[in-house]
């Protein structure tokens, strides 16, 4: 089956540091991974669209020099909050699109991190 | 734009009670529908999907038909268990190309009493 390994699942954080959540789709090839954001209690967010050797394609009202996506290989995208603040304390998750040429056959769910900046 | 509305929680059960689970959603087009799982702390899994008109979604003794005519796509089961407690979600996905994102509903909390 697809899996794809989110690490961090738990993170705490200073004021203004960085921090980085890989998403590695493990036993598949990933040409689209997408970050989500869930605040408590409420559903996902979509934040970005995270396609292999190109730029991200971010939501509207998403800052795209905060939140950093980078996805270098067919099997690991990246997600680095900079400069985090406490507003930036949150649920993410990533997903990850799994398709042989142009069928597509679905996607694949990260565990979630948990980032605390405190 | 495509939004999917699903009735709110949280809703809280006995042990083999019948569930359900309203989802009804708004697209253009013809969109494939799905309905996700989440555990405490962890991510997304797929319960069930349908990807067209009158398909009938199954796992785990969960059922959901997709129903154009009423744009609906609610979630069933006969006899609900403890495990079952958990956030579900109801998802679209418009199209065969481009991005293909999942639109979410917000999600409904479900909790089993034994």
């Known amino acids: 089956g697809a899996v794809v390994s989110q690490h961090p699942s738990r993170v705490i954080c200073k004021s203004g540091t960085s921090v980085k959540i890989e998403c590695r789709s493990l036993d598949f090839q990933a040409t689209t991974m997408f970050w989500y954001r869930q605040f408590p209690k409420q559903s996902l967010m979509l934040m970005a669209t995270s396609n292999e050797g190109s730029k991200a394609t971010y939501e509207q009202g998403v800052e795209k020099d905060k939140f950093l996506i980078n996805h270098a290989s067919l099997t690991l995208s990246t997600l680095t909050v900079t400069s985090a603040h406490p507003e930036d304390s949150s649920f993410y998750i990533c997903?990850?699109?799994?398709?042989?040429?142009?069928?597509?056959?679905?996607?694949?769910f990260g565990s979630g991190t948990r980032l605390t900046v405190v | 734009g495509d939004s999917v509305t699903q009735m709110e929680g949280p809703v809280t059960l006995s042990e083999e009670a019948f569930l359900t689970i309203n989802c009804t959603y708004t697209?253009?087009?013809?969109?494939?529908l799905f309905w996700y799982v989440q555990y405490p702390g962890e991510g997304l899994q797929l319960l069930l999907k349908?990807?067209?008109?009158?398909d009938k979604g199954s796992n785990k003794g969960f059922e959901a038909t997709y129903r154009k005519e009423t744009t609906s796509f609610h979630l069933e089961k006969g006899s609900v268990q403890v495990s079952d407690s958990a956030v579900y979600f109801c998802?679209?996905?418009?199209?065969?190309?481009?991005?293909?994102?999942?639109?979410f509903g917000q999600g409904t909390r479900l909790t089993i009493n034994p």
């Open positions: 998802a679209l996905r418009m199209g065969l190309s481009g991005a293909q994102k999942l639109v």
């Open positions: 997903s990850a699109r799994k398709a042989d040429r142009e069928y597509f056959l679905g996607y694949t």
């Open positions: 349908a990807t067209k008109a009158d």
């Open positions: 697209a253009t087009g013809y969109p494939s």
